[in-house]
């Protein structure tokens, strides 16, 4: 018998990313941030929602933008120093 799930959550713009290949290289790290950072683009739909809850999913997807700028940066500078990382992973083998 199929339960019908109740949520106080409107749905997703998309699926968010669950799982990220683990492989212990040099990668590793950039990989799991490019997870999260594409996980930001995840918001909440927001049509149909009435007045006074939308405020706050709306505030949600808003701080959920900011996340995603931050994690721009933060890739940005983990990327440009990527070279370093994959010199420290191979001395560490």
């Excluded at 949520?7 to 683990?22: A, G, R």
């Excluded at 990327?79 to 992973?89: K, T, Y």
Aim: aromatic letters at 6%; proline letters at 5%; hydrophobic letters at 35%.
């Amino acid at each position: 018998m199929e339960q019908e799930s109740k949520t106080v959550f409107p749905p997703l713009s998309q699926e968010p990313i669950l799982h990220v290949d683990s492989t212990p290289d040099a990668n590793y790290p950039l990989r799991i941030l490019r997870a999260y950072r594409l996980n930001a683009d995840c918001c909440y739909e927001v049509t149909g929602v009435d007045e006074k809850s939308r405020v706050i999913w709306d505030m949600m997807n808003s701080f959920q933008e900011k996340r995603a700028k931050l994690l721009d940066k933060a890739l940005e500078i983990l990327e440009r120093h990527s070279a370093e990382l994959l010199e420290v992973a191979k001395d560490e083998t």
